[in-house]
């Protein structure tokens, strides 16, 4: 229609400032989080806006450099704590077979939407990696894309393990647990250190266990959001129940249509700090 008014960059600049909003208001009231990865999100300009009603609990943040030209969404990191040594890339291309029995269908990637940050908290320094690795959408194709972005993922991930650092990587990894991508981020296809899945049952309430989905798929309940940690922090955690992992609620659809996961490291005396 010539002239809607959705078409107009004042409509969309409204709508996006009330969802902000909301999105802002969500994080307040029901997520609490110290460290927030955020995927599918705009660009910096509109983290910022939405920071803008975070910023006495988040006066950090950081933006991804996002190359996906077709949704041009990015992945943003909110941070109680000072964030530094940030790289707006994981740089990195591998290659991978769209077809399974045509060689020449060979291609390669990158990953178009992620970032590295560090950041200190309870005495400790942490390295986070936060993707949104490519769609589940558009079949082999799609799921060969996604395993090889993985591999890109494990070789920094793998790096920063024998340098020493606790590794947390978090974002929607569009593979649910036990699936190829996850099972490369993890580490089960190499001899390298795994990575700690905190979706499994055993780090959830008894009563939570079932619940522990984050996006619904053709009517189908699926965590494809995940939270990897090294075993690392795992070690410097209280031994029982150092490590807690929530679902959150789910939003309103004008907030996100993914649930929220958190999860929560309880650290020993002497500093006796948490971190979510």
Partial sequence: MKGAPWKKQ????????????????????????DVLVLTEVGNRADVKELNEHLRERYPYLE?????????KQHVAVLSRFKLYD???????????????????????TGISKGMTVRFQAAGKAFRLYAVHLASEAGGHKKDAQRVAQASILRRHVLKSINAGEHVIVA????????????RRVRGFDDIGPDL??????????????????TYVYKGQRQQIDHILLSWSIKGSIKKRKGLQTKAGPTPQARVSDHRPLVVILKFPPPNGSSLR
């Avoid at 969309?12 to 009330?18: G, L, Y």
């Avoid at 933006?63 to 949704?71: E, F, G, I, L």
């Fill in 86 to 108: 940030f790289e707006e890339k994981i740089p990195g291309r591998e290659g991978f077979h769209g077809e399974l029995d045509d060689p020449e269908s060979e291609s390669d």
């Fill in 10 to 33: 004042s409509y969309r600049d409204a709508r996006f400032s009330d969802a902000a909003k909301a999105v802002a208001q969500f994080i307040s009231d029901k997520v609490h989080a």
């Fill in 63 to 71: 933006v991804c450099d996002c190359s996906d030209n077709r949704t």
């Fill in 171 to 182: 974002g929607d990894l569009n593979d649910r647990r036990g699936q190829p991508a996850l």
């Fill in 196 to 213: 700690i899945q905190t979706g499994h049952e055993k780090y959830f309430a008894d009563g939570e266990k079932d619940q522990r989905w």
